[in-house]
Nanobody
Framework: QVHLVESGGGLVQAGGSLRLSCVAS????????MGWFRQAPGKEREFVAA????????YYRDSVKGRFTISRDNTKNTVYLQMNSLKPEDTAVYYC????????????WGQGTQVTVSS
């Protein structure tokens, strides 16, 4: 019912920046909390950042605080992840996800975009 498509991944040197985008379609974007997750080879998927439907509340895992910023533009049905001061350990496939904010489960997922940070 909600289709998510990520873009903006690529190869960057340590200390560089990337901005990921996630465009939602299929139904109204408003009312859904959005999150970014990532998964490196051989590791479990982990939470990166989240934002409420209004954009008024944001959450980050400790390792990205001060470096990553999540934002959204509901007029464009798009959520962003600005990543600065990238480190090799940030290398992973990054996934966009959507959930009804009253539920703990993210029900809708994108296909992912690869982020590679070279040392």
């Amino acid at each position: 019912q909600v289709h998510l498509v990520e873009s903006g991944g690529g190869l960057v040197q340590a200390g560089g920046s990337l901005r990921l985008s996630c465009v939602a379609s299929g139904r109204t974007f408003s009312g859904y909390g959005m999150g970014w997750f990532r998964q490196a080879p051989g590791k479990e998927r982990e939470f990166v950042a989240a934002i409420s439907w209004s954009g008024g509340s944001t959450y980050y895992r400790d390792s990205v605080k001060g470096r990553f910023t999540i934002s959204r533009d509901n007029t464009k049905n798009t959520v962003y992840l600005q990543m600065n001061s990238l480190k090799p350990e940030d290398t992973a496939v990054y996934y966009c996800a959507a959930r009804v904010e009253s539920r703990p489960k993210y029900d809708y997922w994108g296909q992912g975009t690869q982020v590679t940070v070279s040392s």
